[in-house]
């Protein structure tokens, strides 16, 4: 079983749909990441969080360290949400490396 | 926020070259920077954490005599390929940690596109 899962795997959703992505993980953490990578590969960190909620523009993240959860939400979905998005935990330490879940791949129609 | 670059965004070469990828933290100080490889449809899996002035700590399966890490100063690290094989043909993406930021503070550059014919 992976130490970081993902869900869905694949989700296609209409514009102007509320989307949620789910992550679990079975390791204690210090900090999740959520990250976002558009088809040209490149890399963009969404949120850091370590407790509680975070909100940045139509993008929500919230963190559960008791349930070992957090979902990452996106309001009035657009066409230009449509990415991979990926979970990762880090489990804290000097050296810091993150696990990464496989991503949730997202595809938002018009 | 923080901003990592790397170079080149995409290389092609031919097998049996070697091939050297940059990562640089462009507005803070990174004692700490990290390589990860991504196949296609696969999620990243990290391959060394580079400390600046010392060896770099490699994961197990990934050979240190054929991907060079140096680390040599607090902005820059850079991982060589050498003696490409097409299988080594991958995108590559470093990451950063901000020295002076909270310790799980990360930063990704862009990513380097490596194909070998």
């Known amino acids: 079983k992976n130490e970081v899962e993902q869900s869905p795997q694949n989700l296609t959703a209409q514009e102007g749909e509320f989307i949620t992505i789910n992550c679990s993980y079975s390791v204690g953490i210090s900090a999740l990441h959520w990250l976002q990578q558009h088809p040209g590969g490149g890399i963009v960190s969404l949120f850091m969080?370590?407790?509680g909620k975070k909100k940045h523009g139509r993008l929500i993240a919230t963190i559960n360290i008791q349930e070992k959860h957090s979902s990452l939400h996106i309001t009035a979905s657009h066409p230009r949400d449509s990415a991979v998005y990926i979970c990762a935990v880090h489990r804290g330490g000097s050296q810091g490396n993150l696990i990464f879940g496989k991503g949730t791949k997202l595809s938002v129609k018009p | 926020g923080a901003v990592v670059s790397q170079h080149p965004s995409r290389v092609i070469c031919k097998s049996g070259t070697s091939v050297k990828i940059e990562c640089r933290s462009l507005d803070f100080q990174a004692t700490t920077m990290f390589w990860y490889r991504q196949f296609p449809k696969q999620s990243l899996m990290l391959m060394a954490t580079?400390?600046?002035?010392?060896?770099?700590?490699?994961e197990q399966g990934v050979e240190k005599d054929k991907f060079l890490i140096n680390h040599a100063s607090l902005t820059l690290s850079t991982l060589t390929v050498t003696s490409a094989h097409p299988e080594d043909s991958s995108f590559y993406i470093c990451s950063a940690r901000d020295y002076g930021g909270a310790a799980d503070t990360q930063y990704f550059g862009p990513g380097t596109r490596l194909t070998v014919l």
């Open positions: 969080l370590s407790s």
């Open positions: 580079s400390n600046e002035g010392s060896k770099a700590t490699y």
